[in-house]
Each structure stands twice: as structure tokens, then as C-alpha cells.
């Protein structure tokens, strides 16, 4: 089983609409949930982070961490096209320096 | 600028040449990472260095070296590639453990080819 798990995309959603990328990781004892966006050609950048259970909002980003399913999710309210990236997931299992990454999402957003 | 920069942008090198890939984070973070980015295949950390000691080496083939020489600065060396090292190399900064919102602040990348 892998480690952490993105589907692959691409998830095309129209502008304006509301794009749920999901992510699944396998170890229980993980600690804290990142989302990255990468442009193409670019490298990563931080979005958001969550460390407990429930919903966190910034902007028009909300992420949503579920420990007991091992599910996190970035919601992506009011899509613009300019949000068209690969939306990598991460996993830190000890508040230490190893962080997983999902294979990324990528996602379109169509005028 | 990201705070973290990554020379050269580019790279092509053949399978027996030595090339370095420098990297530098004018964070003030204390941790600096290499990870590699080929396609379709997730982010692969190769070498973690905090407070300048290595405290993580994920079976890297020894054909990379990394080097450490301060908080800001940390090179990978390069030496006899195989063609499937052709690949996105990134280098990132945070800092380390524990500490509040943290994360990892990425340089632009170095694209490798080898050929």
C-alpha cells in the first residue's frame, strides 16, 4: 500500500465551481497534512496546513483532516483558471523532518 | 525569488562528467532538504541535513553526494549519472523540529539531463 495516495487527475472543473481534491495516507500515527500547489515547471509552494481534526479555512482554500479515516482534502471555492496546477499532498509522521508526498492532482479549471 | 535559490536552472551532463548542484536559503531556517521529481512519480526525498549534521540518507545511490557546509548553503554532487537520473532536482529549507507552522520553502529546481 502506498504511503500517501492522490488521484492522478486530471479533475477538470468549470470556473466558478467548488474542486475537492482528496488524499489518503496510510500511517495512523501521522501527525501533520500539507497541501503544496506546483504550477508546471515551477516547483511547489505551500498552501495549507492542518494539524487536527475538522475543517481549516484560508481564503478560498478550506482543508479538512479526518484522523480516524485517514482522509485529508483541499476544497477550492469560486475556481479561477489561474488555480490550474498539480495539488500534491503531504504527510509528516512525527513533527519531524520526513514528509511524505502523494503522487499530486492535477487539476484544470476551464472558462 | 522564493527565499530558497537553486543554480544551475538547467543541466545537461554526460554519464561521465562531475557537476555540483548548489543551493541557498536566506530563511534563517536551520534544516535543508534534496528531493528528486521525476515524472508521474511522487516527490522522493534523498538527503535531510539539520543544524548542518545528516539525519536522513534514503538509500541515495552513492553516485550523489551531498554537502552541508552551513545553515544556508548545501551542494549535491554529482558523478557518473545514469540516464535515469535525469530528473527535476529540488532543494527545500524549513525549520526544524519541533516548531509551529512549519513547512517546507522550495528552491525553483535544477532539470537534469543526462545524457
Known amino acids: 500500500q502506498k504511503e500517501v495516495e492522490q488521484n492522478s487527475g486530471p479533475l477538470s472543473v468549470p470556473e466558478g465551481a467548488i474542486a475537492s481534491l482528496n488524499c489518503t495516507y496510510s500511517?495512523?500515527?501521522?501527525?501533520?497534512f500539507f497541501w503544496y500547489r506546483q504550477y508546471s515547471g515551477k516547483s511547489p509552494e505551500l498552501i495549507m496546513f492542518?494539524?487536527?481534526?475538522g475543517d481549516k479555512e484560508d481564503g478560498r482554500f478550506t482543508a479538512q483532516l479526518n484522523k480516524a479515516s485517514q482522509y485529508v482534502s483541499l476544497l477550492i471555492r469560486d475556481s479561477q483558471p489561474s488555480d490550474s496546477a498539480t495539488y500534491l499532498c503531504?504527510?509528516?509522521?512525527?513533527?519531524?523532518?520526513?514528509?511524505?508526498f502523494g503522487p499530486g492532482t492535477r487539476l484544470s479549471v476551464l472558462p | 525569488e522564493t527565499g530558497v535559490t537553486q543554480t544551475p536552472r538547467h543541466l545537461v551532463m554526460g554519464m561521465t562528467n562531475k557537476k555540483s548542484l548548489k543551493c541557498e536559503q536566506h530563511?534563517?531556517?536551520?534544516?535543508m532538504y534534496w528531493y528528486k521529481q521525476s515524472a508521474k512519480k511522487p516527490l522522493e526525498l534523498m538527503f535531510v541535513?539539520?543544524?548542518?549534521?545528516?539525519?536522513e540518507n534514503n538509500s541515495v545511490p552513492s553516485r550523489f553526494s551531498p554537502e552541508c557546509p552551513n545553515s544556508s548553503h548545501l551542494f549535491l554532487h554529482l558523478h557518473t549519472l545514469q540516464p535515469e537520473d535525469s530528473a527535476l532536482y529540488l532543494c527545500?529549507?524549513?525549520?526544524?523540529?519541533?516548531?509551529?507552522?512549519?513547512?517546507?520553502?522550495f528552491g525553483s529546481g535544477t532539470r537534469l539531463t543526462v545524457v
Open positions: 527545500a529549507s524549513s525549520q526544524a523540529f519541533p516548531t509551529g507552522d512549519y513547512g517546507y520553502t
Open positions: 500511517d495512523r500515527g501521522s501527525q501533520s
Open positions: 492542518i494539524y487536527s481534526n
Open positions: 503531504a504527510v509528516n509522521r512525527d513533527y519531524g523532518q520526513n514528509f511524505v
Open positions: 530563511l534563517g531556517h536551520n534544516a
Open positions: 541535513y539539520s543544524l548542518e549534521e545528516r539525519v
